[in-house]
Structure formats: C-alpha cells, structure tokens
C-alpha cells in the first residue's frame, strides 16, 4: 500500500496541473475570439452574425467549465487524498511505535530473567 502512495501523489499532481494549463489555454482562445465576451450570458446579448463563431465560442465555454471543475475536483481530491494519506502514515508509525515498545519490554524481561538465574547459580 505504501508503495502506490508516491505514484497516486503523482498522477493527482499531474491531473491538477493539466487542467490548470487546459483552464488557460481555453481562456485565451476565448479571449481570442472576443475579448469581452467571457460567460454564455454575455454572449446570448451579443449579435454575432457568424453562427461558427457563436458555436465555438460556446464550445469553448462549455470546454473552460468542464475544465474548472475538472481543476476544482482535483484540487479537493488532492486534498483529501493528502489528508488520508498523512492519517494512515500516522496509523502506521503508531503501529511500529507499539510494537518497538514491546519489544524493548519483552527484552528487559528477558535481561531480568537472565540475570535472575545467573545469580541463582
């Protein structure tokens, strides 16, 4: 389990700046098209004559909110995902704690054992 940790980190690291760079990407080709058109209702009150455009421009805007989510989904979810991680790593040194603090007890039993019966002899 601990191994997939550090490739999972990665992915989700990756996926977050991917849609970073898609959400900029898209803005810019929006800005592109018009430079003050940057939501559907600002689009719906202008008259654009060519409807591709109009069909782009849509596509696009359609495309940066999948992205923002996209973006927002993965940012939450590397979050929580960090905040899991960190509680089962903690699980995991209080296991190895516990159990390194038998065995230090198990061995001062045995070391007053030892010693108990060498003076008996």
């Given at each position: 389990m601990e191994y997939y940790f550090k490739y999972i980190f990665m992915f989700l690291f990756f996926f977050i700046i991917l849609s970073l760079y898609a959400k900029l990407?898209?803005?810019?080709?929006?800005?592109?098209?018009?430079?003050?058109?940057?939501?559907?209702?600002?689009?719906?009150?202008?008259?654009?004559?060519?409807?591709?455009?109009?069909t782009n421009?849509?596509?696009?805007?359609?495309?940066?909110?999948?992205?923002?989510r996209t973006f927002w989904g993965g940012l939450i979810f590397y979050v929580l995902f960090s905040i899991f991680s960190?509680?089962?790593?903690?699980?995991?040194?209080?296991?190895?704690?516990?159990e390194a603090l038998k065995l230090k007890s198990s061995a001062a039993e045995l070391r007053k054992n030892i010693e108990s019966k060498s003076n008996d002899d």
């Open positions: 990407k898209l803005k810019q080709a929006i800005a592109n098209f018009y430079p003050e058109i940057n939501t559907k209702q600002e689009l719906k009150k202008t008259s654009i004559s060519d409807r591709k455009l109009t421009l849509t596509r696009n805007l359609r495309y940066l909110k999948i992205a923002n960190i509680s089962y790593w903690n699980i995991k040194i209080n296991e190895r704690i516990t």
